[in-house]
């Protein structure tokens, strides 16, 4: 059967005027039009202060009470200090305390330099009268758009010889990072098996799941008195809070041969 052009638009007609059309077309409205806004439920969130990525759910600092001692780092610079980025031909050097296996304190002589082409920095930490390479090349401002702060961001690191070298690089990190004015906060991209170690010196990911699962397996790992696999996890970022820092920074680490 044939329908005339009439009739077929009488049919369309019918069809956009009936009421579930209407219905429709109400919807569509009030979603988009500027006029119908004012209409729409208003959603509640809930504030959290500005402060790091996932310290809303820890506990906050308390300060510390008159006339109570609080740890201070056992990191100084010597000679002068950069509070900025470095730039070519600069350097910085520090010294770390230290125990070794005899319990006898030393110290580490750590160096910031600049790396040509790349902006980044570079740590090298020396053990005295010991062959060891520990090393780490780091960005010294990057912007985490979570939360708007700056942080240090260890691109790599690499110790061997000597083991407790990383957490002397953590260490001095965190350092840099209060100096630069971050208040020690500094992020890293955790993979194979450095999950544990990352958290060991006080490294957490922003993500309560994967918070939980470090926990689990650090627990674990303290249980069984061995390192446990953590490979499968893939790539973590874990971040470091000022609280964490500070207390990072206030250790004496033992370096033992390995």
Same mark, same amino acid.
């Given at each position: 059967?044939?329908?005339?052009?009439?009739?077929?638009?009488?049919?369309?007609?019918?069809?956009?005027?009936?009421?579930?059309?209407?219905?429709?077309?109400?919807?569509?409205?009030?979603?988009?039009?500027?006029? *119908?806004?004012?209409?729409?439920?208003? /959603?509640?969130?809930?504030?959290?202060?500005?402060?790091?990525?996932?310290?809303?759910?820890?506990?906050?600092?308390?300060?510390?009470?008159?006339?109570?001692?609080?740890?201070?780092?056992? @990191?100084?610079?010597?000679?002068?200090? @950069?509070?900025?980025?470095?730039?070519?031909?600069?350097?910085?050097?520090?010294?770390?305390?230290?125990?070794?296996?005899?319990?006898?304190?030393?110290?580490?002589? /750590?160096?910031?330099?600049?790396?040509?082409?790349?902006?980044?920095?570079? /740590?090298?930490?020396?053990?005295?009268?010991?062959?060891?390479? @520990?090393?780490?090349?780091?960005?010294?401002?990057?912007?985490? @758009?979570?939360?708007?702060?700056?942080? /240090?961001?260890?691109?790599?690191?690499?110790?061997?010889?000597?083991?407790?070298?990383?957490? *002397?690089?953590?260490?001095?990190?965190?350092?840099?990072?209060?100096?630069?004015?971050?208040?020690?906060?500094?992020? *890293?991209?955790?993979?194979?098996?450095?999950?544990?170690?990352?958290?060991?010196?006080?490294?957490?990911?922003?993500?309560?799941?994967?918070?939980?699962?470090?926990?689990?397996?650090?627990?674990?790992?303290?249980?069984?008195?061995?390192?446990?696999?953590?490979?499968? *996890?893939?790539?973590?970022?874990?971040?470091?809070?000022?609280?964490?820092?500070?207390?990072?920074?206030?250790?004496?680490?033992?370096?033992?041969?390995?």
């Amino acid at each position: 059967m044939k329908v005339s052009f009439k009739s077929f638009k009488q049919v369309v007609n019918a069809i956009t005027k009936s009421e579930p059309a209407k219905q429709a077309a109400t919807a569509i409205t009030r979603n988009t039009s500027p006029s *119908l806004a004012a209409e729409a439920p208003k /959603v509640r969130f809930k504030k959290y202060p500005a402060t790091d990525v996932f310290e809303h759910s820890q506990t906050s600092v308390k300060t510390p009470k008159a006339g109570k001692k609080v740890s201070e780092s056992i @990191i100084k610079v010597d000679g002068k200090n @950069i509070t900025r980025p470095l730039k070519e031909g600069e350097k910085i050097k520090m010294t770390l305390d230290f125990t070794d296996a005899t319990g006898k304190t030393k110290q580490a002589n /750590v160096i910031f330099s600049f790396i040509k082409h790349t902006g980044q920095e570079q /740590v090298i930490v020396k053990i005295p009268d010991k062959k060891a390479t @520990i090393y780490a090349q780091i960005n010294p401002k990057y912007a985490n @758009i979570k939360n708007g702060k700056d942080y /240090v961001f260890i691109e790599n690191m690499y110790s061997e010889s000597f083991k407790g070298g990383g957490t *002397l690089l953590h260490q001095a990190i965190a350092k840099r990072s209060k100096d630069l004015g971050y208040k020690g906060r500094v992020m *890293l991209d955790a993979a194979w098996n450095s999950h544990l170690f990352h958290y060991k010196s006080g490294f957490r990911p922003a993500n309560k799941s994967q918070l939980e699962e470090l926990e689990e397996l650090a627990q674990r790992a303290a249980e069984k008195g061995k390192r446990i696999r953590t490979d499968y *996890l893939g790539s973590m970022t874990l971040f470091l809070t000022p609280r964490k820092a500070a207390k990072l920074m206030a250790t004496k680490k033992t370096i033992m041969s390995s």
